[in-house]
């Protein structure tokens, strides 16, 4: 339940802290922390996680550049998203397009 508070908190604004989002959801950031452990999660990993599928359905599209993509999701600069989304899913940015892409050209009728 509170994972859920919290990526809404996040989607509406990827930058907020970890003290913001608990004084959002009045709460210490300790017990904020404390209950997110006992659901084994973390904030940071909500938020690597929100980050990832936010990146993918972005990706889909190919209007947005990888770079504004990176900048949407908070990224110092596009390297490091790359690396981010690389460890997420195993491939880069720019190979899920492509495989994204020739999916859609067979799916094509």
């Given at each position: 339940?509170?994972?859920?508070?919290?990526?809404?908190?996040?989607?509406?604004?990827?930058?907020?802290?970890?003290?913001d989002?608990?004084?959002?959801?009045?709460?210490?950031?300790?017990?904020?922390?404390?209950?997110l452990q006992?659901?084994?999660l973390?904030?940071?990993?909500?938020?690597?996680e929100?980050?990832?599928d936010?990146?993918?359905?972005?990706?889909?599209?190919?209007d947005?550049?990888?770079?504004e993509?990176?900048?949407?999701?908070?990224?110092?600069?596009?390297?490091?998203?790359?690396?981010?989304?690389?460890?997420?899913?195993?491939?880069?940015?720019?190979k899920?397009?492509?495989?994204?892409?020739?999916?859609?050209?067979?799916a094509?009728?």
């Open positions: 339940a509170v994972r859920l508070k919290v990526r809404e908190l996040l989607h509406a604004d990827l930058g907020r802290t970890l003290d989002v608990s004084r959002r959801l009045h709460m210490s950031s300790r017990t904020l922390i404390r209950k006992d659901e084994d973390s904030f940071q990993g909500i938020k690597d929100l980050r990832r936010l990146a993918i359905l972005n990706l889909v599209r190919n947005v550049s990888l770079a993509i990176s900048y949407a999701l908070g990224f110092s600069t596009p390297a490091v998203f790359h690396r981010a989304y690389r460890h997420w899913t195993g491939m880069t940015p720019g899920y397009r492509t495989a994204q892409r020739s999916i859609s050209q067979i094509k009728p």
